[in-house]
Every structure is written in structure tokens, then in C-alpha cells.
């Protein structure tokens, strides 16, 4: 891939442009680096990790996308032993109703977001650029960035939530085949409205700091000063699917409130300041047959994501290693 425009410090060759530095781009990205290709990732983000996100308001911190990971295929428990061996994660609790078999719920450290930054550490990553079509040309695509930047790759990874990876490749009028689009023109996902509330004293959430309310439009809330993650008394309220795609066109601010209202027993302290952040991709409501999809062999075009391997963390990261896996045998039979 040659660069067109003056962007400094990434390489000039690239093997593979990866749109997203969520988890998928990021662990695509790092295994893709290990085998010797050269990647970029470009995020519309001011910082990798996509729905791995923690945010300040002050003097307090919050987890506002993702509040754990789950580890169960062996190459992610792997991975999350190593993360845990060099304090990137730590264990945050385990379900009491689950019995003797029951599997750790880690928590990032001292964020969520953490977990992103490492996965970043050694990858080229191009941040707060949006890259607003991806076209095929004769060597390969070529992705036109808001800021009026070119790419040029042999092949391209898309892992942005399935509709807007679609948009992307609409805006370069890249074609896909029939089924493919109306398969992937189905998948739909949850929305979330989260309020990140300082308090001016602590929660009375009980130990370990979050909990899944039974009833009511709260799916989950945290208390991230419990949790670790924040020195001042600061909750993150999630609200249900339902209430939240009910809700996502009313004031923000409206919404946050009647939350919080609802949230006023586990709170224990007045509300000084807060937040509310809608999430329109939460999680997929329908996961994939397959870890990843290939969109063109020739030249190679893969989509990734969590709506691929899983709601989760932990399927974010599979399937991107599954995109990277396919990358990698369709340039070994490119190179014959
Ligand atoms: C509120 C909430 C709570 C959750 N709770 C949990 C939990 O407790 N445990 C768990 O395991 N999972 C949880 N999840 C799900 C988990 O966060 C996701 O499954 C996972 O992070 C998805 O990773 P991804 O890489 O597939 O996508 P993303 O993280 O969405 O990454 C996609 C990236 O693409 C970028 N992008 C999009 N469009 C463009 C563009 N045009 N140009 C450039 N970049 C672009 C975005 O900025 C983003 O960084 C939660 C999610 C939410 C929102």
C-alpha cells in the first residue's frame, strides 16, 4: 500500500488497511503484524477500543461501554492470562449462583479501556479519522479518509459494526454479493443510553459493585469506585434495550434523570454531575454462522466484529483473529 498525503510515522508499505481499532482490528492488527505483514488500523476514535471505553468527568473515572470480559475459548483464557500475569486485567468477581464451575468476570486495570491501549501498543494506529469509502481499484482498495487522506492496500479489513462497515463500502460503490448484502443488511443491534453519574459521597451498591436489576429499565449498574476504576464516587447506569431504543430520541438529559431516579436506592448519595451517552451499536441481536466474512478473495476484503463470534469481548477478539487467519492463507495463495 503507498501513502498518499502527508501523514508522518506509519509505514509507507501496508499489507492490509484495518478499519477500527476496537477489539477485532486490534487483535486482527497484532496477529497479522506477528506472521510480517504490515497493517494500519484508522479509527474515528480519539483513542483505540471502540465499546472498550472509559471516560473522566472530573476527578472521576467510569467503564461506559463494556464493564467486563469473560474468557472461554482457550485462545482468549491465554491471552487473558497473560494480560492478568502482567497487571492489564485482573479478576473482578464470579457468579455465586453459577457453583464451583463458575468463571471470572475481569475487569481492566485500572480501566476497561486499558485492555485496548495494550492491544495498541505495538501496532500503527491512526486515530480520530474517519474513513468515509473504501473503493476497489486495480491493486487492491483504496480508502478515502474525512480528512481527505488516501489509502492504498493490498487488502482491507472492515470491523465497524456491520452497518457502518456497509455505508463504508457503499460510499466507494463496492458492490458485494447478493446474499452476502442482504444477510448482512439484517443484522441488527441493541442500543444502550448509559448516564455516568459523579456522586458526592459513595454508592451503596453492595459488593463487588455492580449489579443486573431484575425488573425495571435498568439493565446494570456500577459503582466504579468499588470496582477500582475511580478514586471519586462515580456509577454507571445501563439502561435496558428496550427503554433505551423507547427513549433514544427524547432530551438526553431527560433520560439520564428518570434513570437515575430509578437507580435511587442503589445510589445512597446525591448526583453532582452527569453524563448520558447513547450507544446505537450495543451488542448484535443475532450472532453469525461464521467467525468472519470474506467479502472478496481477489482482491481480499474481510468483515469482522462481534456480530460474528459473539456479544462480547472475548468474540470481538475471535473474530478478528479469524479475519486475520483468512487474510493470511488468501495472500499466501496471492503470493504463488
Ligand atoms: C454498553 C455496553 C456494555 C457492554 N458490556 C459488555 C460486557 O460487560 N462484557 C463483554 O464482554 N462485552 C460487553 N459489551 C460488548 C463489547 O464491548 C463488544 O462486543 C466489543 O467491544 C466489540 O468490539 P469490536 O471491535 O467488534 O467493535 P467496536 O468496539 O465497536 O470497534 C469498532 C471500531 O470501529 C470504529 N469505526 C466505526 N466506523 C468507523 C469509520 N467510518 N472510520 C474509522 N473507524 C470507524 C469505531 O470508532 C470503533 O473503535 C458491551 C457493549 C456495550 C456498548
Same mark, same amino acid.
Given at each position: 500500500?503507498? #501513502?498518499?498525503?502527508?501523514? #508522518?510515522?506509519?509505514?509507507?508499505?501496508?499489507?492490509?488497511?484495518?478499519?477500527?481499532?476496537?477489539?477485532?482490528?486490534?487483535?486482527?492488527?497484532?496477529?497479522?503484524?506477528?506472521?510480517?505483514?504490515?497493517?494500519?488500523?484508522?479509527?474515528?476514535?480519539?483513542?483505540?477500543?471502540?465499546?472498550?471505553?472509559?471516560?473522566?468527568?472530573?476527578?472521576?473515572?467510569?467503564?461506559?461501554?463494556?464493564?467486563?470480559?469473560?474468557?472461554?475459548?482457550?485462545? &482468549?483464557?491465554?491471552?487473558?492470562?497473560?494480560?492478568?500475569?502482567?497487571?492489564?486485567?485482573?479478576?473482578? &468477581?464470579?457468579?455465586?449462583?453459577?457453583?464451583?464451575?463458575?468463571?471470572?468476570?475481569?475487569?481492566?486495570?485500572?480501566?476497561?479501556?486499558?485492555?485496548?491501549?495494550?492491544?495498541?501498543?505495538?501496532?500503527?494506529?491512526?486515530?480520530?479519522?474517519?474513513?468515509?469509502?473504501?473503493?476497489?481499484?486495480?491493486?487492491?482498495?483504496?480508502?478515502?479518509?474525512?480528512?481527505?487522506?488516501?489509502?492504498?492496500?493490498?487488502?482491507?479489513?472492515?470491523?465497524?459494526?456491520?452497518? #457502518?462497515?456497509?455505508?463504508?463500502?457503499?460510499?466507494?460503490?463496492?458492490?458485494?454479493?447478493?446474499?452476502?448484502?442482504?444477510?448482512?443488511?439484517?443484522?441488527?443491534?441493541?442500543?444502550?443510553?448509559?448516564?455516568?453519574?459523579?456522586?458526592?459521597?459513595?454508592?451503596?451498591?453492595?459488593?463487588?459493585?455492580?449489579?443486573?436489576?431484575?425488573?425495571?429499565?435498568?439493565?446494570?449498574?456500577?459503582?466504579?469506585?468499588?470496582?477500582?476504576?475511580?478514586?471519586?464516587?462515580?456509577?454507571?447506569?445501563?439502561?435496558?434495550?428496550?427503554?433505551?431504543?423507547?427513549?433514544?430520541?427524547?432530551?438526553?438529559?431527560?433520560?439520564?434523570?428518570?434513570?437515575?431516579?430509578?437507580?435511587?436506592?442503589?445510589?445512597?448519595?446525591?448526583?453532582?454531575?452527569?453524563?448520558?451517552?447513547?450507544?446505537?451499536?450495543?451488542?448484535?441481536?443475532?450472532?453469525?454462522?461464521?467467525?468472519?466474512?470474506?467479502?472478496?478473495?481477489?482482491?481480499?476484503?474481510?468483515?469482522?466484529?462481534?456480530?460474528?463470534?459473539?456479544?462480547?469481548?472475548?468474540?470481538?477478539?475471535?473474530?478478528?483473529?479469524?479475519?486475520?487467519?483468512?487474510?493470511? #492463507?488468501?495472500?499466501? &495463495?496471492?503470493?504463488?
Amino acid at each position: 500500500m503507498e #501513502q498518499e498525503g502527508a501523514v #508522518q510515522d506509519f509505514p509507507h508499505k501496508i499489507d492490509i488497511l484495518i478499519v477500527g481499532a476496537g477489539v477485532a482490528g486490534l487483535s486482527a492488527a497484532s496477529d497479522l503484524r506477528q506472521s510480517g505483514r504490515t497493517v494500519l488500523l484508522v479509527d474515528k476514535g480519539r483513542g483505540p477500543g471502540g465499546r472498550l471505553a472509559s471516560r473522566r468527568i472530573g476527578g472521576a473515572t467510569f467503564d461506559h461501554g463494556a464493564q467486563f470480559l469473560t474468557a472461554r475459548d482457550p485462545r &482468549f483464557v491465554a491471552s487473558v492470562d497473560r494480560w492478568r500475569t502482567i497487571g492489564v486485567v485482573e479478576e473482578w &468477581f464470579r457468579s455465586s449462583d453459577e457453583g464451583p464451575g463458575s468463571h471470572p468476570r475481569w475487569r481492566g486495570k485500572p480501566t476497561m479501556n486499558e485492555i485496548a491501549r495494550h492491544l495498541a501498543r505495538d501496532v500503527p494506529v491512526l486515530l480520530a479519522k474517519r474513513v468515509v469509502s473504501l473503493r476497489r481499484d486495480p491493486d487492491g482498495w483504496v480508502a478515502h479518509l474525512e480528512t481527505g487522506e488516501t489509502f492504498r492496500a493490498g487488502a482491507a479489513l472492515l470491523t465497524p459494526p456491520v452497518p #457502518q462497515s456497509l455505508a463504508i463500502l457503499e460510499a466507494g460503490g463496492s458492490a458485494l454479493p447478493p446474499k452476502e448484502k442482504a444477510r448482512l443488511d439484517s443484522v441488527e443491534y441493541e442500543r444502550c443510553l448509559a448516564v455516568l453519574g459523579v456522586l458526592d459521597g459513595p454508592a451503596r451498591i453492595p459488593p463487588p459493585g455492580g449489579l443486573a436489576p431484575a425488573e425495571g429499565p435498568i439493565a446494570w449498574i456500577a459503582d466504579n469506585q468499588k470496582k477500582g476504576v475511580s478514586a471519586a464516587p462515580a456509577v454507571t447506569i445501563h439502561a435496558t434495550a428496550a427503554f433505551s431504543l423507547e427513549h433514544w430520541d427524547r432530551d438526553r438529559k431527560d433520560c439520564g434523570r428518570e434513570l437515575l431516579r430509578a437507580a435511587e436506592v442503589c445510589l445512597g448519595s446525591a448526583v453532582t454531575e452527569y453524563q448520558v451517552h447513547g450507544w446505537r451499536y450495543s451488542k448484535p441481536v443475532r450472532v453469525e454462522e461464521s467467525p468472519c466474512l470474506i467479502l472478496s478473495e481477489s482482491p481480499p476484503l474481510v468483515i469482522a466484529g462481534d456480530a460474528f463470534a459473539g456479544p462480547r469481548v472475548e468474540g470481538a477478539a475471535l473474530s478478528g483473529w479469524a479475519a486475520a487467519d483468512a487474510l493470511k #492463507q488468501m495472500n499466501r &495463495f496471492a503470493n504463488r
